[in-house]
């Protein structure tokens, strides 16, 4: 129900012009922008990152638009002094610590004098992450029949079509209990799939992750140490994931790692305990996968809300219509229709 109010208004919005007033009306003052991989070959990556034409479209959107592209620091501190008249911020951050923010981002950013955040778990640049949806990625890409034991299917994907379809079913039924992760552990193993080899393949190792964090427009913040949905730990192993990521990260880089992404940040991986937590481990700023715009004034720090970068064809159109105020638009009415329903 909600996708469909949101969506009714995105394309609404988009067919009679209305765009302006919107951002206008409903537009917070900022906004974080998830993204993951910036792909060049985005097909042959089965189309699970972002595309480097729609990272390119993406910036210059935000330029257009007026949004002034900060670091996240910058932008909480503008916020925090509530200036009337002040521009609207945005914050580009991705998550994970892939190669390709070097090597396909990095001159994109440059272009467009764009700070960045780049938030890492210590597994990825130490070759000990488990990164189960490369894996999956990989499997379906190589493989003509998958079947996936834990989940009790078999998907013929032979063609372009069929690869999607099963990538996006495996990879929904992960989402649905973090826990079922290791479980494909086996899989892989059937099929020849390394997960460290994947590792060595996609992320940055420390010499590169050392010299990203030398750059001047660049941050690095945490992502625990083995990308676990924290909700699913018992405390002190969700305490130790975020203090053991933080110290691993400010030893190799030799400086204050103050801001943390939590690993998948939906409401099923990270909530007050992990709020908690986190301000425990040292961290002063954490960010979630919750949609939505950043407001004046007591922001909770500990539970940022940021937009991601869909894949799909009409992601920059999603992607002007949640910068621009239709999500805040469609929560707003979605709550005035619930207020009439109860009164
Ligand atoms: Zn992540």
Redesign the pocket.
Known sequence: MREVLVNSILYGTQWTGLMPIFRRLFAGRAVIVTF?EIQRDFQHELMTGTSVELFQQCLSLLQRQGWKIVSLDECLRALSQNEANAPRYAVITF??GYRDISSVALPLLEQNRAPFMV?V?TGAPTRSLKPWWLGLRELFRRADHVTIDPMGVKFDCSDFFGKKVGLKAVTKWVHEDYRRAASLDRTFQNYGISLSALNAAYFLDERELQALSRHPLASIGG?TTS?AALATLDPSSARAELEDNRKYLETLLERPVRDL?Y??GTPGACGPREEYLAGQAGFSTAVTTRKGCLADGNLNRLALPRFGVGCHLDALMSFEANVGGVYAAGQALKGAVSLRHRS
């Open positions: 993951h998550d994970d938030y778990p992502h990308h992404a690993p998948y």
